[in-house]
């Protein structure tokens, strides 16, 4: 009874331990989640871990000459909404969406997008968290030239909230 116990207790140990790390191993990747409200009801998140480019900090100030996702990368857990959304986003002619000109200082910053082949000036909210950048963006669809969805009756909302965690890199200026 005794060594059950002991494997028992190790079992937990182990567990509680690998529990405990993958918070830490989520946080060091890139990433791209787009928030998509239904209509008339429901939402779904697509997620891409393959967001490539670098934001560095120098001082105070943040920047990015080029950020770049797939838009084939998005999964949603559903492949047939993934396989919708791919060709709704026209990921056949414009297979990424580019955020170029990066720059912000205190938790404001703007950028050129680019989806769809429409660059659009945008205002983005970020705040700092070991050594990540976390962005939020809210689109608008149209605004990029991507005309509403509807699937068997349920519609997709304009309106798209954008999160983005990115490493930061510090400059050389920073650290001195």
């Given at each position: 009874?005794?060594?059950?116990?002991?494997?028992?207790?190790?079992?937990?140990?182990?567990?509680?331990?690998?529990?405990?790390?993958?918070?830490?191993?989520?946080?060091?990747?890139?990433?791209?989640?787009?928030?998509?409200?239904?209509?008339?009801?429901?939402?779904?998140?697509?997620?891409?871990?393959?967001?490539?480019?670098?934001?560095?900090?120098?001082?105070?100030?943040?920047?990015?000459?080029?950020?770049?996702?797939?838009?084939?990368?998005?999964?949603?857990?559903?492949?047939?909404?993934?396989?919708?959304?791919?060709?709704?986003?026209?990921?056949?002619?414009?297979?990424?969406?580019?955020?170029?000109?990066?720059?912000?200082?205190?938790?404001?910053?703007?950028?050129?997008?680019?989806?769809?082949?429409?660059?659009?000036?945008?205002?983005?909210?970020?705040?700092?968290?070991?050594?990540?950048?976390?962005?939020?963006?809210?689109?608008?669809?149209?605004?990029?030239?991507?005309?509403?969805?509807?699937?068997?009756?349920?519609?997709?909302?304009?309106?798209?909230?954008?999160?983005?965690?990115?490493?930061?890199?510090?400059s050389d200026a920073s650290s001195?």
């Open positions: 009874m005794q060594v059950w116990t002991k494997n028992i207790q190790k079992k937990f140990k182990i567990s509680f331990l690998v529990m405990a790390l993958i918070p830490i191993t989520a946080n060091a990747e890139n990433q791209v989640s787009i928030l998509t409200k239904l209509s008339p009801a429901g939402s779904f998140t697509a997620i891409s871990d393959k967001l490539k480019g670098e934001v560095i900090k120098k001082g105070t100030d943040v920047s990015a000459e080029n950020l770049s996702v797939s838009i084939d990368s998005f999964k949603t857990d559903n492949n047939l909404r993934d396989e919708h959304m791919h060709k709704h986003f026209n990921s056949d002619k414009f297979p990424q969406a580019i955020l170029t000109e990066f720059k912000g200082k205190a938790g404001k910053a703007t950028g050129m997008l680019e989806v769809n082949g429409v660059k659009k000036l945008v205002e983005i909210q970020y705040s700092e968290k070991s050594n990540q950048l976390i962005a939020t963006m809210e689109l608008k669809s149209s605004d990029f030239g991507l005309v509403k969805a509807k699937y068997l009756g349920i519609g997709v909302k304009d309106e798209v909230k954008v999160d983005v965690k990115v490493d930061l890199k510090l001195k």
